[in-house]
């Protein structure tokens, strides 16, 4: 999916020199793309998962149902926040830029140092969900882009 707002990114930022209700109208198509799709892999997973390890890997592997069913989860802040990324590269937003990668950085390593020893590897994967999810919404902290993404979600 980061192949597919890598190669989307550069209309998007042209659009933004020609209009501004285009740039937000395809950012907002983005978003809602990647968010939708996020989800439905992520259903599909969850009711798949099980098939999935039984062709791939055998009834041995059983266990890992669960992993798989909540890291695909985790693809909807992993969609989002690849978004969220982009968005703040092409806003020259760069302090954010990196502030959005390192907190649910650390958000993980705590968690993983909390969760593994206690629940195995469905803390970690846990940990991760949460991290992934954290990635876009670092962006509220700021209000500036807050602002910014309020007005581009309330615009028709």
């Known amino acids: 999916m980061s192949a597919l ?4 990114f550069p209309a998007i930022i042209n659009a933004k020199i020609t209009s501004k209700e285009i740039y937000i109208g395809r950012l907002k198509k983005l978003s809602l793309f ?12 969850t009711i798949l998962a099980k098939p999935i390890i039984e062709i791939l890997y055998g009834t041995a592997f059983l266990g890992g149902v669960i992993i798989l069913q909540i890291y ?4 909807i802040g992993t ?3 690849s978004l969220a990324t982009n968005y703040l590269v ?11 990668n390192l907190v649910p950085m650390a958000v ?25 999810t954290i990635s876009p919404l670092v962006l ?3 209000s ?13």
């Open 5 to 8: 707002i890598i190669s989307l």
């Open 34 to 45: 990647l968010a939708g799709t996020a989800i439905i892999i992520a259903i599909l997973m």
């Open 72 to 75: 695909a989860w985790s693809l």
């Open 79 to 81: 969609f989002l926040g």
């Open 90 to 100: 092409a806003e020259n937003y760069r302090k954010m830029s990196l502030i959005i």
């Open 108 to 132: 993980n390593v705590i968690l993983d140092i909390i969760w593994i020893p206690k629940f195995g590897i469905i803390g970690a994967a846990y940990a991760t969900l949460i991290a992934y």
């Open 140 to 142: 509220l902290l700021s």
């Open 144 to 156: 500036k882009i807050r602002k910014e993404l309020f007005a581009i979600v309330s615009t028709k």
